[in-house]
């Protein structure tokens, strides 16, 4: 259980942000976002992203870095019906758990649809778990008035450049007091500053499909990380200065300790109750080098016994009882199967048949595969005929459990071409336009490298001039920003308990039930990711 941690002085924080993970809303990643955040002074920073959870583990450790203290929410609205919404904002880790299985809920029913899904009943629920619930529409307050308890459910109020927004801030605020629940002092973040506008209209008009000719609901531009003393200016103005202590509170009362990293990988269902992994683990490999050995020399008996210790010490040795028990499965079924990469440098790999190579016999290094000054997990992919590698999938799932084993999730970016086009399209220029400028774009290309117009392939192209200028500009700064995701393409995660307890869960458009977290993410929160690879040259 995570406990509270001690806090400093708070500042007013900023309870309601978007991050780019909230899909073509949010302008800025997570950790450009705790780090602007810190540089202006903020003590306190939340990520409600919409929808989804994707960012949360990269969000706490950027957090981590800049001495902020992260709180961890989510935007969530009935598929179909963006206007029917709310913010929850977890207060430990058991109420983050829920959110987790709350957002795969939305995610899974019916095929992804989701219609069946009410964020209203989710709060009614589950309010009382260790959620805040915020809303930020006065009919949404209004509705889940009867529904929520005291001290759970507060009424967004923001302040905006725009006459509409001014209106929705005393509309919020007049409904507040008729009800008689707290308002609190938001910022709606979309961006990490305010020349981020254009970013964020060109996004939006990206997710909705039309041009930033077209009327297309971007925030107000007043929606960016604003300096403290900025952000508190017009609740004060407005002698609404509760709605900035209720803010303050609900910093204190969400902020709550990111658990450290523990491994999260099951045993076997054979493995016999009160038996330790690394025991079971001895005993099963032990025999079989003896036999592939034949003469058991101190060599071997001593690199076993290096290489158990080391397993033991990080708690690894339920994977590799799991990874055995796939490549004992498939042998059974006549399947080939091969294991490959650095798991060759294990004897115990060799032992238990995920390897065909004798690290003894190739003087192979074991810390190559599993150092023990890194905290790395082992890496073990396994290849399988293109004909049998779902069916061995699909034997994980039955044994471990459908509900305990999911892919891994990858999130996709654009690229400067791709990023190129798009932006292209939304500022109206003609595709024959935009095919004629990109033919001398590069595919892939980052700040890290050459200069762009050092780039041998862009010569032809006034990089400096109208419309290229701006084009390009915008370009580069969406190429590297989520917008959608897929599926890894062979990488597995199983957890002893449902995986939505540790990530949240999507639907891939195949039909895949994937995490939302990437694979780094997925072992940040200690899960090890199972490479099972599909391979023609084995069928």
């Known amino acids: 259980m995570a406990g ?14 978007h991050s780019a993970y909230s899909m073509r809303r949010g302008t800025s990643l997570p950790e450009f976002l705790a780090r602007q955040a810190a540089k202006l002074g903020y003590t306190h920073l939340a990520i409600t992203d919409r929808d989804g959870l994707w960012a949360v583990p990269r969000f706490v450790k950027s957090c981590r870095k800049e001495g902020i203290t992260p709180l961890i929410g989510a935007q969530i609205a009935k598929p179909g019906n963006p206007r029917r919404r709310l913010i929850l904002l977890t207060q430990n880790l058991d109420s983050f758990r829920r959110l987790s299985e709350i957002v795969s809920i939305m995610n899974l029913e019916k095929g992804g649809d989701g219609k069946d899904f009410d ?4 709060a009614e629920r589950y309010a009382d778990e260790g959620f805040v619930v915020m809303a930020d529409l006065p009919e949404m307050l209004r509705e889940l008035h009867g529904k929520i308890s005291p001290g759970r459910l507060y009424g967004e109020i923001t302040w905006g450049e725009r006459q509409i927004t001014r209106r929705r801030f005393f509309g919020m605020l007049r409904m507040c007091r008729e009800l008689e629940r707290p308002a609190v002092a938001t910022g709606n973040v979309h961006m990490a500053s305010k020349d981020e506008y254009l970013i964020h209209a060109v996004l939006t008009a990206m997710r909705t499909g039309r041009c930033l000719k077209d009327k297309i609901p971007v925030v107000d531009p007043s929606c960016f990380l ?12 407005q002698n609404v200065r509760e709605a900035l202590m209720n803010a303050r509170e609900l910093a204190a009362r969400c902020a709550w300790e990111w658990p450290e990293r523990k491994w999260l990988i099951p045993p076997p269902p054979d493995l016999p109750p009160g038996k330790r992994p690394i025991d079971e683990l001895r005993e099963t490999v032990t025999p079989r080098l003896r036999r592939k050995y034949g003469k058991w020399t101190p060599e071997i008996k001593a690199r076993l016994e290096k290489e158990l210790e080391i397993i033991g010490e990080h708690g690894f040795a339920n994977f590799f009882l799991i990874v055995a028990d796939v490549v004992r499965e498939s042998k059974r079924r006549g399947y080939r199967t091969l294991g490959r990469g650095s798991a060759g440098d294990s004897i115990i790999s060799y032992g238990l048949d995920i390897s065909q190579v004798d690290p003894i016999r190739y003087d192979l290094y074991f810390e190559r595969f599993l150092n023990p000054e890194r905290s790395s997990p082992p890496d073990i992919d396994l290849d399988f005929s293109w ?17 305990k084993v999911a892919s891994v999730g990858t999130i996709i970016t654009l690229g400067l071409k791709s990023a190129f086009r798009e932006t292209g399209k939304v500022l109206g220029y003609s595709n024959n336009e935009i095919t004629r400028w990109s033919l001398y774009l590069p595919t892939w290309w980052d700040d890290s490298g050459d200069r762009l117009d050092e780039h041998p392939v862009t010569g032809e192209l006034p990089l400096n001039e109208e419309p290229l200028k701006t084009l390009l500009a915008v370009a580069k700064s969406i190429m590297e920003l989520p917008v959608h995701q897929s599926v890894h393409v062979g990488g597995l995660v199983l957890s002893p308990e449902p995986i939505y307890r540790y990530a ?19 072992e940040e929160v200690g899960l090890i990711k199972l490479d099972l690879l599909s391979q023609r040259g084995l069928g």
């Open 387 to 403: 004909t049998h590698r779902d069916e061995m999938v699909q034997y994980v799932e039955e044994r471990y459990g459908e509900s």
């Open 226 to 237: 604003q300096t403290p003393d900025e952000f508190e200016k017009p609740f004060i103005a």
């Open 119 to 122: 964020p209203v009943e989710q």
């Open 504 to 522: 949240p869960l999507n639907r891939a458009a195949k039909g895949f039930v994937i995490t939302q977290y990437d694979m780094r993410d997925c």
């Open 4 to 17: 509270r941690k001690e806090l400093p002085t708070v500042t007013v924080p900023q309870l309601h942000v």
